[in-house]
């Protein structure tokens, strides 16, 4: 403990302070989802996330993962470092789970930034530890960016849900993805391009107007709004035993 840095200290902090006391929770024993808000922690998904998938039916455990270490938006989208650092701590409450739990279904959702995050954090997992599905909304991630060590550590998809009317993902591209390049579009905005040999364990979902019925207009965070993850993004989380079969889920789109 005496050897952490300051800045390793301020992120692990968040870490022990939102997860410790958690991982015996009766409803871990069902599965976790795990999510991660965007730079600055101002996506306010949390509870939209928990209650659109506890009305679903999903009876796992639902916890966000604190990764920011400012308010600022900013700040967090270009320090880098400090991303990784949160995903490090992140693959070891991973394993961790998966050693108490080795049954269960390990799911991550997350938006914008913290895509970055929870994919550094399944690339990060040891060969014994798998998740099953990662969900990305509005990723700022590269749309290029290699998901082939990600896939590796994953039994299930990545599940990608991007809009061309995301203004805050246009900005983006001048500011620099949370993978660090610029000028070029984020996997929020286009989709995610697949590594070569693995395009049936991406699925990209573009928007469209149908999906205005269930609160997604196309912008930036609200695609984690409870009706969406209800009628949508459960069905990615949802053993096929409690998975509902729906007329909506025709209107998903590659």
Request: proline share 2%; with cysteine.
């Amino acid at each position: 403990m005496k050897n952490l840095s300051k800045l390793s200290w301020l992120c692990v902090l968040p870490l022990l302070l939102s997860l410790g006391c958690q991982s015996g929770n009766k409803a871990a024993t069902h599965g976790i989802t795990i999510y991660l808000d965007g730079a600055g922690n101002w996506g306010g998904g949390a509870e939209e996330i928990k209650h659109g998938l506890r009305s679903a039916g999903y009876k796992g455990l639902v916890e966000q993962y604190l990764w920011t270490t400012s308010f600022n938006p900013l700040v967090d989208q270009l320090n880098i470092v400090a991303a990784r650092i949160r995903a490090d701590a992140l693959a070891g409450r991973i394993q961790s789970y998966r050693k108490q739990y080795p049954d269960t279904r390990i799911h991550l959702i997350a938006l914008s930034a913290g895509t970055g995050v929870a994919t550094w954090a399944v690339e990060a997992l040891d060969n014994a530890t798998k998740i099953d599905n990662l969900v990305l909304l509005g990723a700022s991630l590269s749309h290029d960016y290699d998901m082939t060590r990600a896939l590796a550590h994953m039994d299930g998809k990545i599940y990608v849900y991007h809009s061309p009317h995301d203004s805050v993902l246009e900005k983006v591209r001048i500011i620099g993805t949370i993978d660090g390049k610029r000028g070029v579009d984020s996997i929020g905005y286009v989709g995610l391009t697949a590594p070569k040999g693995l395009d049936d364990r991406v699925v990209n979902t573009a928007w469209s107007r149908d999906w205005l019925r269930y609160g997604w207009t196309g912008a930036h965070s609200d695609c984690t709004n409870a009706v969406f993850v209800q009628k949508e993004i459960s069905r990615h989380i949802l053993n096929n035993e409690t998975r509902e079969t729906t007329p909506e889920k025709q209107l998903n789109t590659r």
